[in-house]
């Protein structure tokens, strides 16, 4: 009797186990399949319908086994999308669960290339002078040292990005396309500098000549009739005219020689930022 009481406990343990290990498996054939799909809406660029799917299959993965995929996954949906601000988001999520140093360091280089496409350079800075200090990344410097030289371009410092790409390679293609942009841009500084000693003068040096004849000419007619006045002891006209007239023409051709600059660095970065996407075949934001 106790022989045939041992034994149906037996199978019936057998059993139990034989339904878990089935559900078991069931489970993460479930999974594994609900993983793929989404992955394959990702890789079809459907991007928001994958960032729902991998969200379901976080509802059912109770484990977090998956947890560092699939933040991964819904970042990168959520940056493809445009929607930088979530995309940071889930790349902190994915970070707190990386199997290893290197997933670590990439989760933190995509933060950085986020952070760069939102134009929130500072924090990129920031990111990256905080790799560049942890010891567990000594081996990474390199690629430090070239997202640095994005996180310049991106701020507009063509001659320091050419700088720091020139670290990793001297003959580094973004080294040579930084400082072509970096010899070609007007200085804002130099364009202000010689309006002030000379009307018209800044606008000279960026190449719009006719503005820069105008500007020396209205500053020189309204000089003239204020110093007339002056002259003739009308002091009052000779005060409004060099108040209104003179100082208004004067303090616009130094905005006008700035601003110029400005507009002409502006199109020459853009031009080359746009080439860059569409051209650069290595790493980039």
């Not at 007239?245 to 905005?255: A, C, D, K, S, T």
Request: with cysteine; glycine share 4%.
């Amino acid at each position: 009797m106790a022989l045939t009481s041992t034994t149906l406990t037996f199978r019936k343990l057998l059993i139990i186990v034989f339904v878990l290990a089935n559900n078991y498996v069931f489970a993460q054939t479930y999974l594994q399949a609900q993983y793929n799909y989404a992955t394959q809406l990702y890789n079809d660029e459907q991007y928001f319908d994958a960032i729902t799917e991998f969200k379901r299959f976080q509802f059912f993965d109770s484990l977090n086994q998956y947890s560092y995929f699939t933040n991964k996954s819904i970042a990168m949906s959520y940056k493809q999308g445009g929607k930088f601000d979530e995309a940071i988001y889930y790349y902190s999520l994915a970070e707190l669960n990386t199997p290893n140093i290197d997933s670590l360091f990439n989760t933190k280089i995509e933060i950085i290339k986020t952070n760069l496409l939102r134009r929130t350079i500072y924090r990129a800075f920031d990111l990256l002078n905080d790799l560049n200090n942890d010891e567990r990344f000594n081996s990474k410097k390199d690629q430090i040292t070239y997202w640095k030289g994005w996180a310049y371009i991106f701020n507009n410092e063509w001659e320091k990005a050419s700088e720091e790409f020139a670290k990793v390679d001297i003959n580094n293609q973004l080294k040579q396309i930084c400082a072509n942009v970096a010899e070609s841009q007007y200085s804002e500084s130099t364009a202000k500098i010689l309006s002030y000693i000379l009307p018209g003068a800044g606008q000279f040096y960026t190449g719009n000549y006719i503005s820069g004849i105008l500007s020396f000419s209205w500053v020189a007619l309204w000089t003239y009739i204020a110093v007339e006045a002056f002259l003739a002891d009308r002091i009052f006209d000779g005060l409004l005219v060099t108040n209104f007239l003179v100082f208004r023409f004067y303090n616009g051709n130094i905005q006008n020689a700035e601003n110029f600059a400005n507009e002409y660095n502006s199109e020459i970065s853009n031009w080359t930022l746009n080439y860059l996407q569409h051209n650069y075949r290595g790493p980039k934001p």
